[in-house]
């Protein structure tokens, strides 16, 4: 009987061509099926999304177009991945084609019918279970606090917050957590996310050598952006006719489609990384969570400094929290060292008090660390001769340094005024940005150590571990071998060293510019800082054997700073109340509900003339009293390759007041990118929850 198939395609929300297109086919379609479909002068991949039995209204079936291929050797993506895509389109503002075809492997939208069927033949391939070749890896005897989480995982009715110390054995829990699942059900699947790709070979041979042995080789796949386009593919086809048992990915792995899901595992769940910065702008811990309950599966999110959102769920009740505080093997986690720079020479790098503690520890044989913060804080100006900051009068938040004009703005209510010549409270005229450019502290720290001796009598060796020394394929591997071989003393490094990595020989680790986040504009910076360096000072001791001595250092301008309070008790709890309280009082999230509306133009002008109408647009709309506009400011980094951006903020008391706004204005939106001053305008987005302003 001819049925007419509502297909959706990749069309974005803009292009005004609708979610779905209508076309016909003899025969009715499930939903979910894959199908090829004619759109303008070329063939191109669609899901259907449902398939009613009569010429939908409007559509004059003379002229309807026929499907073109049915890809049929696939079966069709389950109704609970049909709906996890249509919440996330939905919660992020945009079409649910989009985001639907934008999740699947690139090569699905060119492969013919032929070329599908050779890939799944060659995917149905048996394969031994059994005597895997690779090595092996037993599950251990769980640690009672292992043991207490593992069952109340188990007996969870809602997502668990596994809140575990560095080192306290989160990563065996998840691992017997998944082997209970995968046992009971020969079809179960597990979903492990990970926030970075760099942690994935890790975790990857092991899930390979605690798995493959039991339920075959290729039960464990990876789902990640540094794939090759046909990995991608054969990984997503695995995960899709269920054959893979374990997928293992970065954040675009929620989406893969995984019709056994009986559990997913969120690690680092508080790591931005899972918050994506392109594209819908989706945070895949949150949409983990929403496929739970869509799924009816269970969720765990693991940190050691969960984020202050999945906390305050917690407190809520929202979430279920397991607390494992204990470190496999006792060691201790590290005592932390402030170093007041107020009394440091002027302009040192690394105070002498710090260079004495490392120059000792390499001598000993001992590994020490030492930490850039993060990059892209927002600059915020300062006087160290009396301790003024850019403050914005009408807020509680720094004002940024605006290079490009010299300006200093508010990111919150857009006051802005020329940077000062002299500190305005003391007169001094050496105010400067806090946290300076740390380019060259590889190079400075080889030439301050020069003269030191390793026990052997070698010189001290210093390596550098970032986004850039690891570009090339195998060089992060080489670097962690060098590290865990003893080659390399001193490990200079930006945010990533911090994470996961298991290094047993260091004893100090080393924040030198700690207090840019202290004062960012962002209300998030401390949050960031305090995971940071409770996660890097996690590095330290982690065998008992070196942790008796093993020390986390920190250059701060503000020892005082309330953070370090908790800092130094490594107590992560009364960091998070006391932030959460500080959080309530401004009324920011988790207490509020944001979204940003981005605007990408030829001039800031026009970025902002088309921020400007959208915010006359939005007063018209019903409800808006329980909305507030800011007004439009220019991003920190104003001008990215010629383009200009600037944002305005919505803020709303609740989730639910938010969304129903953003979706009214959505279509407004599209009308405004006419307005006269919007011309130059080149695109738009909506970040809903954005990570930072
Ligand atoms: P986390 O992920 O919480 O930081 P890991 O899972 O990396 O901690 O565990 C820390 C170390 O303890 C690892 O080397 C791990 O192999 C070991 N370990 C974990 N659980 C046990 C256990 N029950 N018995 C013995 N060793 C364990
Ligand atoms: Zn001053
Ligand atoms: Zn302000």
């Not at 890896?137 to 917050?161: F, K």
């Not at 939106?669 to 990570?691: E, H, I, K, N, T």
Request: charged share 20%; with cysteine; glycine share 8%.
């Amino acid at each position: 009987m001819e049925a007419w198939p509502s297909v959706l395609v990749a069309t974005p929300v803009h292009s005004g061509l609708g979610e779905v297109l209508s076309y016909r086919h003899p025969t009715t379609l499930p939903a979910g099926t894959l199908v090829r479909v004619p759109l303008g002068a070329r063939d191109v991949l669609g899901i259907v999304r449902d398939c009613p039995a009569s010429p939908p209204e409007g559509l004059d079936p003379a002229s309807a177009r026929a499907v073109s291929v049915v890809l049929e050797g696939l079966p069709p993506l389950s109704a609970g991945w049909l709906q996890l895509l249509r919440f996330a389109a939905q919660y992020y503002q945009r079409s649910m084609g989009e985001v639907a075809l934008g999740s699947l492997p690139p090569p699905l939208r060119d492969l013919d019918a032929t070329q599908l069927a050779r890939r799944l033949k060659r995917l149905a391939k048996p394969s031994p279970v059994g005597g895997a070749p690779g090595p092996t890896d037993a599950p251990r005897v769980l640690h009672d606090e292992q043991a207490a989480a593992l069952a109340g995982i188990q007996a969870a009715d809602r997502p668990v917050l596994l809140f575990g110390a560095t080192g306290s054995g989160k990563t065996e829990v998840y691992l017997q957590a998944a082997e209970a699942e995968l046992t009971a059900r020969p079809d179960a699947q597990v979903l492990v996310l990970v926030p970075e790709i760099n942690l994935t070979p890790q975790l990857e041979a092991r899930l390979q050598a605690r798995f493959e042995a039991r339920f075959g080789s290729g039960a464990v796949v990876c789902l990640h952006s540094g794939l090759t386009p046909a990995q991608r593919l054969a990984g997503w086809l695995a995960a899709h006719t269920g054959r893979a048992r374990i997928v293992l990915g970065t954040r675009m792995a929620v989406f893969a489609s995984l019709p056994g899901l009986r559990l997913i595992m969120v690690d680092e769940e508080h790591d931005p990384s899972y918050k994506s910065q392109d594209g819908a702008r989706h945070s895949a811990r949150d949409l983990a969570v929403y496929r739970a309950k869509v799924e009816g599966c269970r969720v765990v999110l693991g940190s050691a400094t969960p984020s202050l959102e999945s906390w305050h769920a917690a407190e809520q009740g929202r979430y279920r929290r397991l607390d494992m505080p204990g470190r496999i093997g006792g060691g201790r986690l590290p005592r932390l060292r402030l170093v007041d720079m107020n009394h440091q020479p002027k302009g040192a790098l690394l105070a002498p008090p710090l260079l004495q503690a490392m120059t000792e520890r390499v001598a000993r044989g001992e590994q020490c660390l030492v930490l850039l913060n993060r990059r892209g804080y927002a600059p915020v100006l300062a006087c160290h001769a009396c301790g003024w900051k850019s403050g914005c009068p009408h807020c509680s938040a720094y004002r940024v340094f605006h290079k490009i004009d010299r300006s200093l703005r508010c990111h919150h209510c857009g006051t802005t005024s020329r940077v000062p010549r002299a500190c305005p409270d003391c007169g001094n005229l050496d105010i400067a940005p806090v946290g300076r450019g740390t380019e060259q502290l590889e190079e400075q720290l080889t030439e301050l150590l020069t003269e030191v001796r390793r026990p052997d009598g070698s010189p001290v060796r210093v390596a550098r571990m970032d986004a850039d020394s690891t570009r090339l394929k195998g060089a992060l591997q080489a670097q962690l071998d060098a590290l865990h071989s003893g080659e390399v003393d001193v490990l200079v490094g930006t945010q990533m060293v911090a994470k996961g990595h298991d290094f047993r020989r260091i004893t100090l680790v080393a924040a030198l510019n700690a207090d840019a986040a202290l004062f960012a504009s962002d209300h998030r910076a401390p949050e960031r800082l305090f995971a940071l360096l409770m996660q890097a000072g996690g590095r330290a001791g982690r065998d008992a054997q070196h942790s008796e001595g093993s020390e986390l250092w920190v250059q701060t301008w503000h020892p005082a700073h309330s953070l370090f309070t908790h800092l130094r008790t490594h107590d992560f709890a009364g960091f998070a109340s006391a932030e959460l309280g500080e959080r309530e009082a401004a009324g920011m999230p988790p207490f509020a509900h944001q979204a940003l509306l981005r605007a990408d133009a030829r001039t800031q002008e026009a970025a902002q003339g088309f921020l400007n109408a959208a915010a006359r647009a939005a007063a018209d709309l019903p409800g808006t009293n329980d909305i507030t506009l800011y007004p439009a400011v220019p991003l920190t980094i104003q001008r990215v390759a010629n383009v200009e951006r600037a944002q305005l903020l919505v803020e709303a008391v609740s989730r639910p007041v938010l969304q129903r706004f953003l979706a009214a204005w959505q279509p407004l939106l599209l009308a405004c990118r006419s307005d006269p001053a919007a011309r130059g305008l080149l695109r738009f987005a909506v970040d809903v929850d954005p990570l930072s302003l």
